[in-house]
């Protein structure tokens, strides 16, 4: 078995057909069936249905080829270590991101990234919690970022930042005219979410100190919940660094919430195994710079993240 096996099996997962996987690893068709076969008679299994359109991994084969895309990255991993600094700020850097997140930080990430490390190619892309995690386990993103706790041993956390929930409160909503919105006013009320499809969350499925991240908006667009309140009445909840993004002439429907005062942390997740601390500082920085210094976690704010 060799590397070069296991980069040819996880082509072939990705493009799901020999002949494109072949002219991405710049080989013939038949050389790469040729390669691929050798690898199933040394495992002595099959790893591919070869009479699926398109081609697809058969169950032992996708056991296999998620365990190849570790090996890979442990192995890239290997060859950073060797890399002076300079070297290691450049090349691909997948981020996920939370959809609630994404708004606020990818604008400022490209930014940031690109006029201070034009030689990193940044990708990201808005995943579910679970996905992204899913994503990290199996190396195929670099970091994520995401509510926390995350609560994976396989995975590390770093806090970024901490922020409120404020209600967005329709002016034709009796709750509009206080300057304060309490949680039991909350609690009184139908809330619009984004969670399993969009609906209002009728009080009685909602607790004192229940008000969460994924209980409001896992998965959905803040703008969608705003825009439903604007055309439908009512309350929503939305994220402290979504007030920015709100029109200015909205901005008077939004209003702290208070007794208590509900909020998120907002983390930067990674491998156990990651080595690549000059690209987690970078991201870190860029983050400095796009939040403002009184929601950032005291380690962010103070020292240069370590592995």
Not at 13 to 41: I, N, P, W
Not at 97 to 123: D, H, M, R
Not at 207 to 229: A, H, N, T, W
Not at 238 to 253: A, D, F, K, M, R
């Amino acid at each position: 078995m060799t590397l070069q096996q296991l980069r040819y099996i996880v082509a072939i997962d990705d493009y799901r057909h020999f002949g494109k996987a072949a002219e991405a690893c710049g080989l013939t068709q038949s050389t790469l069936s040729l390669m691929v076969k050798k690898l199933e008679e040394e495992l002595d299994v099959r790893l591919f249905d070869r009479d699926a359109h398109p081609v697809a991994p058969t169950a032992i084969g996708r056991k296999v080829i998620d365990q190849a895309k570790v090996a890979l990255y442990n192995v890239e991993q290997i060859a950073e270590m060797t890399r002076s600094e300079k070297e290691i700020l450049t090349g691909p850097l997948k981020i996920a991101l939370i959809s609630t997140v994404a708004p606020v930080l990818v604008p400022g990430l490209f930014k940031y990234i690109g006029e201070n490390y034009p030689s990193i190619s940044l990708q990201t892309e808005e995943m579910l919690s679970d996905t992204i995690k899913n994503k990290l386990r199996k190396a195929e993103v670099d970091m994520g970022i995401m509510s926390g706790p995350v609560r994976d041993t396989d995975l590390l956390e770093i806090p970024l930042y901490h922020e409120r929930f404020l209600a967005y409160v329709s002016p034709t909503n009796p709750a509009f005219a206080q300057e304060n919105i309490r949680m039991e006013t909350i609690l009184e009320h139908p809330v619009w979410i984004i969670r399993d499809g969009l609906r209002q969350l009728d009080p009685s499925e909602l607790k004192p100190g229940e008000i969460s991240y994924d209980r409001f908006f896992e998965g959905g667009r803040v703008g969608i919940l705003i825009q439903v309140v604007n055309d439908n009445g009512g309350i929503t909840i939305i994220p402290e660094t979504h007030s920015g993004l709100v029109l200015y002439s909205q901005q008077n429907c939004l209003r702290p919430i208070v007794d208590p005062v509900p909020g998120r942390t907002i983390s930067l997740v990674i491998r156990a195994d990651y080595i690549h601390e000059a690209k987690l500082n970078a991201v870190a920085e860029a983050v400095k710079r796009i939040i403002p210094g009184n929601m950032l976690e005291s380690l962010l704010r103070k020292n240069a993240l370590s592995l």
